[in-house]
């Protein structure tokens, strides 16, 4: 027998038993991976963030806002109602004296040098004290420091604490970019004709990095950083804080799904 008519044979022996069989189906689950356990927890303290960038968005009290919304709605954990921190006065309160000046950014000194900048000449106010991503990264120790994360946690009641650093900041790249353009022939028909065009655009871009630390014992026990940008064309005037909340809506799914047991549902056939 050659080996088209072998498989013509198993076909018909495939069909001859389906049509004598009935098939159903059978529903299966597939859990995920989950980004850590969150099993031990019942409240979520959203803390605050070390923040720097535009000072048109307080990225710490927005970012709190936020995430405290969407967790009452996505999450089983109860959300702890408390003041937003101002996270990067305490870090570097932390930081104490022995500080260096270029670990104490721009616009953002110590409570000890606020008499001096208040003599400071008026035409130096309207200098750029925004925080680089750079400068914001000298505030990170607070998050190692294991005690003061503890201490808080027994304040609530050992919660889960979401923290981090949230950075956003005005944006600006020219290039070439692609766009289209509506055409008609002699005929009147239509057509769109991609073209490339050099233009200036502006934009934010926002760098977050979310820290999940276990009040009970105050160690991290998960880290999640994003990078999100967006331009629009010189002409379009858009605020910064709705700028915000659309760079927020891309990656707010990434960090919500860390707060429950996902699983992928599903049917498979089977013969009987």
């Known amino acids: 027998m050659t080996v088209s008519a072998k498989t013509l044979a198993s076909v018909a022996c495939v069909a001859l038993l389906t049509g004598c069989a009935s098939l159903y189906e059978i529903p299966i689950e597939t859990p995920l991976t989950p980004k850590l356990d969150i099993s031990k927890f019942q409240q979520v303290l959203i803390a605050g963030f070390v923040s720097g960038g535009s000072e048109d968005v307080d990225a710490n009290i927005e970012t709190a806002r936020l995430l405290r919304s969407q967790l009452r709605r996505n999450s089983e954990l109860e959300v ?7 996270l990067i006065e305490i870090a570097a309160e932390q930081a104490g004296p022995t500080r ?3 670990a104490i950014p721009d616009g953002f000194a110590a409570a000890e040098a606020d008499n001096e900048q208040d003599n400071e000449p008026a035409d130096a106010v309207g200098e750029d004290d925004s925080m680089s991503e750079q400068e914001l990264e000298g505030y990170e120790t607070i998050f190692a420091n294991v005690g003061y994360w503890r201490d808080l946690g027994e304040e609530y009641q050992n919660p889960l604490i979401l923290t981090g650093t949230i950075y956003f900041s005005p944006y600006a790249q020219s290039g070439m970019v692609n766009t289209e353009r509506e055409e008609y022939d002699s005929f009147g028909v239509r057509r769109i004709v991609p073209i490339r065009t050099y233009r200036d655009r502006r934009g934010f871009v926002l760098s977050p990095k979310f820290i999940f630390i276990d009040g009970e014992t105050g160690a991290t026990l998960y880290t999640e950083r994003h ?25 707010l799914p990434s960090v919500l799904s860390a707060f429950s047991n996902q699983s992928i549902r599903g049917t498979r056939t089977l013969l009987k």
Do not use: G, K
Request: hydrophobic letters at 45%; a negative charge.
């Open 80 to 86: 702890i109602d408390a003041a937003v921190l101002p």
């Open 100 to 102: 260096n000046a270029a």
């Open 227 to 251: 990078r999100e940008e967006i331009l629009y064309d010189v002409s379009q005037n858009t605020p910064a804080l709705s700028s915000y909340f659309e760079l927020m809506d891309r990656l």
